[in-house]
């Protein structure tokens, strides 16, 4: 039995894994995953609205989903009675069945299309998280957002009072993000997480639009009448004020669309036009005014906007299937794009992930207590399935960016870590000891979690910035690079397990001790050759692209320090300088000189690869080092006091 174990588990987390690739079927209601699924341009590229509302949303509450209101999500009775205003506690059949069947949460999508339809529900919404006591405080919010999390979010009425002293801190912030006060950091927040907000309502439509359709109707009827009483105005002569006026308030609130709109929902004339020349509702509209009409696509969103104001599925389903007829003349390819970041989207390929990185940890460290096979082996296969999904991962964002692996913060994490797992399977094949199955799982699942924690910055598929976009030299540079990044890191943990098995078990005897300082050495050759190849195509890059081969920039100097302490470190046991313990204390040490170039130099915010700032790492790079300068205090006790070396006289661990 315990041999089939491994087989089960592995089948049991494969249908896990594959039961979310269908993705979510369409609602019997309004349909917001067809909704979901249309493309727009934002950031400079064509994505979903799906994921234009996931990343807005996990900006703004760092969540992909929206409690409904009156409560947190928990759809407890008495939140169903508030719900449905029945306070008197007797409940039709027909309004439990609603309630059973009314969602816990919204959707990212969900709430995009209720932000930009019906604004004043959505501004009810739990969205703003605002958790500094002193601006909570200062806006006299009090302890309303509080929700059993311990985080505190609040809605967009509750804060709505508050705009003007919002504007006010935020007009006196320092210009220096990295040398903001924890205050002033929560006030920089609030004030984007509202504009981005306001932005997202008014993108569709004028937030103060209650029948958008009818709307547009009364404005092409008014255009001819209005245009005329401009010219008689104008002339002196007399005017139909009533046209005037009509017109005017509608180009006033079409002029604050064009200029506040967030995502580009109206495709190009493609006759006409490039097909990457997507624009906003509210340019359109007030071209309007010389064409006399608009493009079919504003009606269709106009008649998607009406339909789900007045709760209309069948009218709001012919208006999206219509949209989508459309498109598929002239950008299929853009559907197909937006079809496929949908599907990426919900099926999750990094979450799931992590999922199994920490599930085969759990399993690879059970098999070291009590030396069980099938735990061993478990893990081993959890692991090669969890690299087939990330591998899949960073496939499919290749396939919707049409860039390399790595462009930005976000994607060295996935593809570092990728590189990891990619040397700890290779370990674990040839020494099926566990120890690289321990390396893999773990190495990968910080990485994957470092960058989720990156993604809750917005968009993690945007553009590169010109000085970065992509050649064969920039592609085959950050791919080496780091592959260089991944080994340093995989031979620093090799040294962690050394230290900590050595320290406090009776595990390693000296067969394992040898076999993991042969591991940390040849890994550690591995990450010299592609840090330093990798190093060398970055300056080939650069020449081409920016006219100099070098220029001391902290990027290129993070690159170089770790060609130089790799190459130390080889040197020190080539020249007999250290022995295992103080080869695997140098290992350790490469961690920090690695995580400080992969992040350290980024929070310096200067140089021309200081694309990726981040002043929330700090902290997190101040713990990581010191964790690791305490293991290198552990490696260094007397061989007396570890666990594993106790008896051993021959001096073959010093």
């Known amino acids: 039995m315990k041999k089939r174990l491994p087989f089960i588990i592995l089948a049991i987390f494969t249908l896990w894994a594959l039961s979310s690739l269908r993705g979510p079927k369409a609602p019997e209601g309004i349909d917001h995953v067809g909704f979901g699924k249309l493309p727009v341009?934002?950031?400079?590229?064509?994505?979903?609205?799906?994921?234009?509302?996931?990343?807005?949303?996990?900006?703004?509450?760092?969540?992909?989903?929206?409690?409904?209101?009156?409560?947190?999500?928990?759809?407890?009775?008495?939140?169903?009675?508030?719900?449905?205003?029945?306070?008197?506690?007797?409940?039709?059949?027909?309004?439990?069945?609603?309630?059973?069947?009314?969602?816990?949460?919204?959707?990212?999508?969900?709430?995009?299309?209720?932000?930009?339809?019906?604004?004043?529900?959505?501004?009810?919404?739990?969205?703003?998280?605002?958790?500094?006591?002193?601006?909570?405080?200062?806006?006299?919010?009090?302890?309303?957002?509080?929700d059993r999390s311990g985080l505190r979010y609040f809605t967009f009425s509750e804060i709505e009072p508050h705009l003007a002293t919002i504007e006010k801190h935020a007009s006196s912030l320092n210009p220096k993000p990295e040398l903001r006060t924890p205050f002033e950091r929560a006030v920089a927040k609030i004030h984007f997480s509202l504009g981005l907000f306001l932005r997202l309502k008014n993108s569709l439509q004028p937030q103060d639009s209650p029948d958008f359709s009818a709307e547009l109707e009364e404005y092409v009827a008014n255009i001819g009448p209005g245009i005329e009483a401009v010219r008689n105005r104008e002339s002196g002569n007399e005017y139909d004020e009533e046209a005037f006026g009509s017109l005017m308030r509608h180009l006033e609130r079409y002029d604050m669309v064009s200029r506040v709109a967030y995502p580009l929902l109206v495709p190009p004339d493609i006759k006409t036009m490039e097909r990457d020349q997507w624009s906003n509702v509210g340019t359109n509209l007030l071209d309007a005014v010389h064409t006399k009409r608009f493009p079919a696509a504003i009606q269709n969103y106009a008649a998607m906007s009406t339909a789900y104001t007045k709760d209309d599925a069948q009218a709001f389903s012919t208006a999206l299937s219509t949209f989508r007829n459309s498109l598929a003349k002239d950008f299929s390819s853009e559907l197909r794009k937006a079809k496929l970041e949908f599907a990426y989207n919900h099926f999750s390929p990094f979450y799931k992930s992590i999922v199994l990185y920490?599930?085969?940890?759990?399993?690879?460290?059970?098999?070291?207590?009590?030396?069980?096979?099938?735990?061993?082996?478990?893990?081993?296969?959890?692991?090669?399935?969890?690299?087939?999904?990330?591998?899949?991962?960073?496939?499919?964002?290749?396939?919707?960016?049409?860039?390399?692996?790595?462009?930005?913060?976000y994607s060295s994490a996935v593809f570092v870590g990728w590189g990891a797992v990619i040397l700890g399977i290779v370990l674990e094949r040839f020494y099926r000891d566990g120890i690289g199955s321990v390396i893999a799982s773990v190495v990968g699942l910080i990485t994957l979690i470092i960058a989720h924690n990156l993604s809750m910055q917005g968009d993690t598929m945007e553009m590169m910035r010109a000085v970065l976009d992509t050649n064969f030299w920039l592609a085959t540079h950050v791919v080496v690079i780091t592959l260089g990044y991944s080994a340093t890191f995989v031979a620093g943990f090799l040294a962690l397990v050394y230290v900590t098995r050595g320290l406090l078990t009776k595990t390693l005897d000296q067969a394992t001790a040898k076999g993991l300082t042969r591991m940390v050495y040849g890994i550690i050759c591995f990450a010299t050759l592609f840090s330093f190849v990798g190093t060398i195509l970055g300056g080939i890059w650069a020449d081409q692209s920016w006219g100099r081969f070098w220029g001391w920039d902290p990027k290129e100097n993070g690159a170089l320090l770790i060609v130089i302490w790799n190459a130390l470190v080889?040197?020190?046991?080539?020249?007999?300088?250290?022995?295992?313990?103080?080869?695997?204390?140098?290992?350790?040490?490469?961690?920090?000189?690695?995580?400080?170039?992969?992040?350290?130099?980024?929070?310096?915010?200067?140089?021309?690869?200081?694309?990726?700032?981040?002043?929330?790492?700090f902290r997190w790079i101040v713990l990581f080092t010191a964790s690791q300068v305490a293991f290198i205090a552990l490696g260094t006790l007397p061989l007396k006091l570890w666990q594993s070396f106790k008896t051993d006289t021959t001096g073959a661990a010093s």
């Not at 609603?98 to 990212?108: T, V």
């Not at 080889?570 to 992040?599: E, P, Q, Y």
């Open 570 to 617: 080889l040197h020190c046991r080539w020249g007999g300088l250290v022995k295992d313990r103080g080869l695997m204390n140098l290992a350790i040490f490469g961690n920090i000189v690695t995580a400080f170039s992969w992040f350290g130099v980024n929070m310096l915010g200067i140089g021309l690869h200081s694309y990726g700032f981040m002043d929330a790492a």
């Open 41 to 146: 341009l934002l950031n400079g590229r064509i994505q979903p609205m799906d994921s234009v509302a996931m990343n807005a949303l996990l900006q703004l509450r760092g969540t992909r989903k929206v409690p409904l209101e009156g409560n947190n999500g928990t759809g407890e009775w008495g939140d169903f009675l508030e719900i449905r205003g029945e306070g008197n506690g007797l409940l039709t059949e027909r309004s439990w069945y609603q309630f059973s069947k009314h969602p816990k949460k919204l959707s990212s999508t969900q709430w995009l299309l209720e932000l930009m339809t019906r604004p004043d529900q959505a501004n009810e919404r739990y969205i703003f998280a605002v958790n500094h006591p002193d601006l909570i405080g200062e806006l006299g919010l009090g302890e309303a957002g509080l």
């Open 358 to 409: 920490l599930v085969a940890f759990l399993f690879a460290c059970a098999s070291w207590f009590n030396l069980s096979q099938w735990m061993n082996r478990s893990a081993h296969y959890l692991i090669i399935l969890a690299f087939i999904i990330h591998t899949a991962g960073l496939i499919t964002r290749m396939v919707l960016e049409g860039r390399p692996p790595v462009t930005n913060l």
